[in-house]
């Protein structure tokens, strides 16, 4: 990490520990930071004049760059940056690459299966990039992969490294994960792979173990204990980022708890997960990592918002992942294009709803979606300028972080 860059943090970190201090005393999740928690101890040292000058020129000219990158969009294509579609790892057909060249995607993420390992995963991303980059006039693209281990393992072949379950991660010292996964993080990065949906943060429920249809019986989740996955789920994601590899915490607020899985079934329902509950802790502990995204699940938890899906829930993302947890960056759906959660929702209202309950990407796995979902997110814009500056909102945020990847084509990249 650069001077500049390490300043910048350090400088953000200190402005939100002196918000905190002003705030009035409120509730938290055990095992998170709380978002009106004391201010710095006497221990903090303050910044001087110069590198406070410093951290606001960069943030300055990074939020100059953003300004400069949406004002070259039309409105179609500031939308797109708010979406991420699936294309196959083996590389684009018809449909994704039209989709590609239409709109102003924010990224893409690999499915399946690629065995070609980093060189021909570098050939696919190459592709996606100068295809995507040119529809977003310079602004490149979020190439994201699941690369938990395991089973959930897309991306294998040469220069890969076979990785271990979470289950085996999860009884590995923390240290020693940190280190694994920063290799991980380079072969991702060698392969043109800038963010990893990556780590669970879901607690598996011990009581049902491999009855856990999305999680246990895939040995996804690093343990039963939220202390463990919070320290795990800590290690995964410091060392993607020591490899410059972005992260996704999932599935907020947890799948641990469930039988069904969301991918193909609907009505799946946690009924236990309230707003205090110890297993939100190891998603506060990726926030205070610097996880780049909070992915959230479309399963139901009647104890948060008994009326909504999570991924619908104004209150599990404004409420939980940006009040509670203090999350600044980037909320992201879960699959909302072939999810059999969601098959009852029209198409549009799947992006509406969740840009409008508080997120900020928008996940399918189905290219066919993206029309009817950008569509619907413009037209809803044009009707509701609440909506509008919500969707502004979140477009900033993308922009923003792909600032901090060298995404934008201004210069305004770490330094």
Request: hydrophobic share 45%; proline share 7%; with cysteine.
């Amino acid at each position: 990490m650069t001077a500049r860059l390490r300043i910048l943090r350090w400088a953000v970190t200190l402005l939100a520990a002196v918000t905190a201090t002003a705030c009035a005393t409120g509730g938290g999740v055990p095992g998170t930071p709380r978002p009106h928690a004391a201010g710095p101890t006497a221990a903090t040292t303050i910044p001087s004049p110069s590198a406070r000058s410093e951290a606001e020129e960069h943030a300055s000219a990074v939020a100059s760059c953003v300004r400069a990158s949406l004002t070259g969009m039309d409105e179609r294509t500031r939308a797109g940056q708010l979406f991420v579609v699936g294309v196959p790892a083996t590389g684009p057909g018809p449909t994704e690459s039209a989709v590609l060249g239409r709109y102003g995607l924010g990224g893409v993420f690999l499915v399946g299966r690629g065995r070609g390992g980093v060189d021909g995963v570098a050939h696919v991303a190459d592709a996606v990039q100068r295809v995507g980059t040119a529809a977003a006039h310079g602004v490149g693209l979020f190439v994201a992969a699941d690369q938990e281990g395991g089973e959930v393992q897309v991306l294998s072949g040469p220069g890969f490294s076979d990785m271990p379950s979470a289950a085996v991660q999860g009884r590995w010292p923390p240290d020693r994960l940190r280190a694994a996964a920063s290799q991980w993080g380079r072969e991702l990065r060698a392969a043109g792979v800038n963010l990893n949906l990556a780590p669970v943060g879901d607690v598996l429920s011990a009581r049902l173990g491999a009855a856990n249809a999305p999680i246990g019986r895939f040995d996804r989740a690093f343990g039963t204990d939220p202390a463990t996955v919070a320290a795990h789920v800590t290690a995964f994601v410091q060392g993607m980022q020591d490899a410059g590899v972005a992260t996704t915490v999932k599935h907020f607020p947890g799948l641990g708890r469930v039988t069904g899985n969301t991918d193909f079934s609907a009505g799946v329902t946690d009924a236990e997960t309230s707003p205090n509950d110890p297993a939100l802790g190891p998603f506060g502990a990726a926030v205070r990592a610097g996880t780049t995204f909070v992915m959230s699940s479309s399963a139901t938890y009647p104890r948060l918002d008994p009326a909504h899906r999570a991924v619908f829930s104004p209150a599990a993302l404004r409420g939980l992942v940006r009040g509670t947890l203090g999350f600044s960056g980037l909320i992201v759906s879960d699959d909302l294009g072939r999810a059999q959660e969601v098959a009852a929702v029209p198409v549009g209202e799947r992006a509406v709803d969740f840009l409008a309950a508080g997120g900020d990407v928008v996940l399918t796995a189905d290219p066919n979606t993206v029309q009817p979902m950008v569509d619907a997110v413009v037209d809803r814009a044009h009707r509701d300028p609440g909506f509008a500056d919500a969707v502004a909102a979140s477009e900033r945020r993308v922009l923003t972080a792909k600032a901090d990847r060298g995404l934008l084509p201004c210069g305004a990249a770490p330094r």
